[in-house]
Structure formats: structure tokens, C-alpha cells
Antibody, heavy 118, light 108 residues
Framework: EVHLVESGGGLVQPGESLRLSCAAS????????MYWVRQAPGKGLQWVST????????YYADSVKGRFTISRDNSKNTLYLQMNSLRAEDTAVYYC???????????WGQGALVTVSS | EIVLTQSPGTLSLSPGERAALSCRAS???????LAWYQQKPGQAPRLLIY???SRAAGIPDRFSGSGSGTDFTLTISRLEPEDFAVYYC?????????FGQGTKVEIK
């Protein structure tokens, strides 16, 4: 069974940085593309970033491009999201998610809350 | 970027009734790339349907997906108490993943 556990969330001030981690188990982590998806309080889902399994290519939503960096450590079965220059509008629950056989998300973590406020 | 518009915003129905949720894309999208998720308060989303019409593992057969091109539908044949939740459609295109804004199915 897919098990994803996010950590590293918290309260930060605008302009500060934070790194989220997602520990994966229950599947062969290195073989799957992984994602970060976020949800602002009371709002819908927004894709944030993707890191491919094979070539390691990364993709970002325009709203975070140049500020966020996704990475993975296959030896530790862990996904990361480095978030710099945080803004109030980045406040959200951040979910890590696993790719299914197609371009969809077939496993989700419980989420990590990031609050950006002065 | 393809924009997904879900309707209605809120659907008020009684247990046992049929629910039909619409997801319309701003341009033609492959049905291969269309998925539906269910989210309950305080929980992560759960995959229901992928490839527009294939049920994910463990999803009851009262959930079905259909559609092609720009118009897709999630149908719940007979609402169970546990089905009252928010539903999102999602598509992939040009290295970008987008979600609709969601439809809330609430108890009437």
C-alpha cells in the first residue's frame, strides 16, 4: 500500500524559506514520477511541481517557478520541495502525490500546512 | 493552459439519488488525461476515475465517468451517505496539470 508522509511545514514570514519532505513507502519510489500539489485554505487543488522518475526532469507551475525547487533522493525514498521567497499567497496545505500509470495522482500524503504571515 | 470548469458549484441531493457532475475543458483534451478525485473535509483527495472512464482500485461501481473532447461527466448512480464530499476533475497537457474548481455534493 502506498504510504506518503509529509513533514517540514510551519509558520514563516514573507520572504523566508522552508523545505518540505515526503517520505515514501509501500512502492518502488525510484520508478515513479512524483508531484507536489497544494490547497489554499477553503480553496481548490493546485498542481505545484513534478519530478520525473527516469530523466529527473522537473516542471513547475508559473506561480512558483524560480522560487521553488523540487528534488528527490531515491536512496532515501524521499521527495523534497525547497520553497524560497515565500509569499502570503503560498499559504496552503502541501500534498505530495505519486503518479499513476497515466498522468494522474494515484496516491496522496496527508498534507503539510505552510503558513506565510508576518 | 487548458482551463477546466466544473458545474454546478454545489449539488444538493438526497441519499439514493443520482448525481451528475460536469467538467468542461477550454480546449479539446485527450480522455486519457482526464481524472476525477473525491475529497472529504480534512482529508487528502482520493483518485476515483482515470482515463475519463476507468475506476481506480477499490472504487465502488456506483461511480462512473464518461465523456470526450471538451465535455466530461462523473456520475454517482445512487448516493450513499459517505459520497457527500467535494469532487475535482483534473487534466494533463503540455507538462502542466490542472484541476477544476470543484463541485460540492451536499445533503439536501
Amino acid at each position: 500500500e502506498v504510504h506518503l508522509v509529509e513533514s517540514g511545514g510551519g509558520l514563516v514570514q514573507p520572504g523566508e524559506s522552508l523545505r518540505l519532505s515526503c517520505a515514501a513507502s509501500g512502492f518502488t519510489f525510484s520508478r515513479y514520477t512524483m508531484y507536489w500539489v497544494r490547497q489554499a485554505p477553503g480553496k481548490g487543488l493546485q498542481w505545484v511541481s513534478t519530478v520525473n522518475s527516469g530523466d529527473g526532469n522537473t516542471y513547475y507551475a508559473d506561480s512558483v517557478k524560480g522560487r521553488f525547487t523540487i528534488s528527490r533522493d531515491n536512496s532515501k525514498n524521499t521527495l523534497y520541495l525547497q520553497m524560497n521567497s515565500l509569499r502570503a499567497e503560498d499559504t496552503a496545505v502541501y500534498y505530495c502525490a505519486k503518479r499513476g500509470e497515466g498522468y494522474y495522482f494515484d496516491g496522496w500524503g496527508q498534507g503539510a500546512l505552510v503558513t506565510v504571515s508576518s | 493552459e487548458i482551463v477546466l470548469t466544473q458545474s454546478p458549484g454545489t449539488l444538493s441531493l438526497s441519499p439514493g439519488e443520482r448525481a451528475a457532475l460536469s467538467c468542461r475543458a477550454s480546449q479539446t483534451t485527450s480522455s486519457t488525461y482526464l481524472a476525477w478525485y473525491q475529497q472529504k473535509p480534512g482529508q487528502a483527495p482520493r483518485l476515483l476515475i482515470y482515463g475519463a472512464s476507468s475506476r481506480a482500485a477499490g472504487i465502488p461501481d456506483r461511480f462512473s465517468g464518461s465523456g470526450s473532447g471538451t465535455d466530461f461527466t462523473l456520475t454517482i448512480s445512487r448516493l450513499e451517505p459517505e459520497d457527500f464530499a467535494v469532487y475535482y476533475c483534473q487534466q494533463y497537457g503540455s507538462s502542466s496539470w490542472t484541476f477544476g474548481q470543484g463541485t460540492k455534493v451536499e445533503i439536501k
